[in-house]
């Protein structure tokens, strides 16, 4: 559990932002620096602990799934490598497999949700209203049911600490436009069904997941930050999977069923997490890299 990164620093570089796993450094007018951390973020909250090989584990995930979806979208990933932006020996070396360099472009201020099972926030929404994000859907379905098809609930993207609001799909058109709105939505559908067909496959469902997309300087949309991964996605084993349940995960399940149990209000501090209960993440965050990608 020593090969851990909680938080980089960079000497050569000056770090421009920091969310809740990632830390965002400045490399020239055209390319910024992602480090993903090993830390975890649970109901909003940024735990104490690290999660020992998990940022490089959605790093090289990531990276996997951008080179197969390259001929859907192009993506953020530059031609530059880390030795050409940290030049101390010793930072790369605690970097590993965490960090990449990739095009500086402008974020879309939505997130492109694409859900194909009915869970989490969907199925309240469902429950309350027989819809999802305004989407009207067959009346009966039981919880984590598999969709007739999947569907764009796009969302706001929240600051560290606060809550994603889920959107329908015309205010996503007030906010960057039809034209727009239309070519991520349908985007976001594509790239979804090819990772959920292949994830399928090797024996994981992938229930929902979320993109994000950015802009250059001429307009021109790529796929950015992370795709498919167990951060970024709801990912069941398919041999466990059935209806009228929550299925297990293969992502923060074992930490939010501890600190369920916690006398803990889901504020700032979070808890420190038992050994098992991290040593147990850092399994399911490997096996479901093995599975697809290993």
């Not at 001429?218 to 349940?245: C, H, M, N």
Request: net charge negative.
């Amino acid at each position: 559990m020593n090969n851990t990164l909680y938080e980089s620093k960079l000497s050569g570089l000056k770090r421009i932002s920091q969310g809740k796993v990632r830390d965002i450094y400045s490399v020239d007018d055209d390319h910024l620096l992602i480090v993903t951390s090993d830390r975890l973020s649970a109901f909003d909250v940024v735990l104490p602990d690290p999660i020992p090989g998990k940022g490089a584990v959605l790093t090289k995930l990531s990276n996997f799934w951008f080179d197969r979806t390259a001929s859907i979208v192009p993506n953020h990933l530059s031609e530059l490598s880390l030795s050409d932006v940290v030049q101390d020996e010793s930072e790369r070396a605690e970097l590993g497999d965490r960090a990449i360099v990739v095009k500086r472009l402008k974020p879309l201020p939505v997130e492109a949700v694409v859900r194909g099972y009915l869970i989490g926030s969907g199925w309240k929404d469902y429950q309350q209203s027989g819809a999802v994000c305004g989407i009207e859907l067959p009346a009966g379905l039981d919880m984590a049911a598999k969709l007739p098809e999947p569907i764009f609930t796009p969302a706001t993207k929240a600051e560290v600490g606060e809550h994603d609001e889920n959107i329908d799909f015309d205010r996503m058109c007030d906010m960057i436009g039809t034209e727009l709105a239309e070519h991520v939505r349908d985007l976001s559908i594509k790239i979804y069904q090819h990772g959920a067909d292949y994830a399928r496959k090797h024996g994981i469902i992938i229930a929902d997941t979320k993109f994000e997309f950015g802009l250059d300087d001429a307009g021109k949309l790529y796929l950015i930050d992370e795709v498919l991964t167990p951060d970024s996605s709801r990912f069941w084993p398919a041999d466990q999977y059935k209806t009228g349940i929550s299925p297990p995960s293969f992502d923060k399940q074992f930490v939010r069923d501890h600190l369920e149990t916690l006398d803990w209000d889901k504020t700032a501090p979070g808890p420190e997490l038992p050994d098992e209960v991290i040593a147990r993440t850092a399994e399911k965050y490997q096996q479901a890299f093995n599975q697809l990608a290993g």
